[in-house]
């Protein structure tokens, strides 16, 4: 069983687009992440939710929304995409500030 | 903005060699952890020291941790071909504070 699964697993798109990346864990954890890793490997954190509440919102531009439905999903929506935005995005999610379990990824490519 | 920094960035041996990688980080720390991520797979995680912990083990994995140098490493004891991936070190602050994650070292075991 896939404990974090995102959807999709590639995705391409031309500049200006709006798109979403989804996002679900089933370890019921209070707590979910979404990361940022570009093409030299550099992994940042973007947002985080617990129990659906934001706690953490780093410098992201707010063409980026992330959505929780509930617990177990977290979404990112991204409008108006632009080239800078290709990158592979990660979800994650932890119980308290224990190990972080990680999606496949999601790779993006803005052209 | 950054915390850890791996060392070195890049790391070829051969198999059944050890392997010893290095994060240095800047402020003080509530957790220190290493995670490994094989190529175009999300991160795994390898193992949690706390900051009141000097050494911990887990299976061919010893971790460190010195705190008045702001410095941890990763020893892979025996290393196969199965390893070969990059490590990462992420440390957090305290409370709800993010993840934050170094560059990186990319290993390479050569059988």
């Known amino acids: 069983d896939t404990a974090v699964s995102q959807t999709p697993k590639y995705l391409v798109t031309q500049m200006g687009n709006d798109k979403s990346i989804k996002c679900e864990q089933n370890l019921g954890h209070d707590t979910m992440y979404w990361y940022k890793q570009d093409s030299k490997k550099f992994l940042k954190i973007m947002f985080s939710y617990n129990n659906k509440e934001l706690i953490i919102n780093e410098t992201v531009p707010n063409r980026f929304s992330p959505k929780s439905p509930d617990k177990a999903h977290l979404n990112l929506h991204i409008n108006s995409l632009e080239l800078g935005d290709s990158a592979v995005y990660f979800c994650a999610s932890s119980q308290d500030q224990n190990e972080q379990f990680f999606g496949p990824g999601t790779r993006l490519t803005v052209l | 903005s950054q915390q850890g920094e791996e060392d070195p960035q890049a790391l070829s041996i051969q198999e059944g060699e050890n392997a010893t990688m290095n994060c240095s980080y800047k402020?003080?720390?509530?957790?220190l952890q290493w995670y490994r991520q094989n190529s175009g797979r999300g991160l795994v995680h390898l193992i949690l020291i706390r900051s009141n912990e000097r050494e911990k083990h887990s299976g061919r994995l010893r971790v460190t941790l010195d705190t008045s140098k702001k410095s941890s490493s990763l020893l892979i004891t025996a290393s196969r071909a199965a390893d070969t991936a990059s490590y990462f070190c992420a440390t957090d602050s305290s409370g709800n504070t993010p993840l934050v994650f170094g560059k990186g070292t990319r290993l390479s075991v050569i059988a």
């Open positions: 402020t003080s720390i509530n957790n």
